[in-house]
Nanobody, 121 residues
Framework: EVQLVESGGGLVQPGGSLRLSCAAS????????MTWVRQAPGKGLEWVSD????????NYLVSVKGRFTISRDNAKNTLYLLMNNLKPEDTALYYC??????????????WGQGTQVTVSS
């Protein structure tokens, strides 16, 4: 059974940092690109970042580029999102998701339950 379990969210002041983790199990983690998406209150899903299988190709939403860093540890079956200089508009429920295969256009097939990030003074 595929499982994706996010952790690391919380309440942080503007300018602060958080590191999200996504522990993966039930599939060969190193075989799949992975992604982070978020959903702000009252809004739709928004793609944030993705990473290829070996971690050397990274993509970011323009508004988080330079502040967020996606990474993965294939030995630990874990995906990360380091978020620096957080802004109130980053407040959202953050999900990790698994791409169905190596072709990004085939979309995601499994999601975690999400971890809440709240940026507020």
């Amino acid at each position: 059974e595929v499982q994706l379990v996010e952790s690391g969210g919380g309440l942080v002041q503007p300018g602060g940092s958080l590191r999200l983790s996504c522990a993966a199990s039930g599939f060969t983690f190193s075989d799949n690109p992975m992604t982070w998406v978020r959903q702000a209150p009252g809004k739709g899903l928004e793609w944030v970042s993705d990473i290829n299988r070996n971690g050397d190709r990274l993509n970011y939403l323009v508004s988080v580029k330079g502040r967020f860093t996606i990474s993965r540890d294939n030995a630990k079956n874990t995906l990360y999102l380091l978020m620096n200089n957080l802004k109130p508009e980053d407040t959202a429920l953050y999900y990790c998701a698994k791409f169905r295969d190596i072709y990004y256009y085939n979309g995601y097939d499994y999601w975690g339950q999400g971890t809440q990030v709240t940026v507020s003074s």
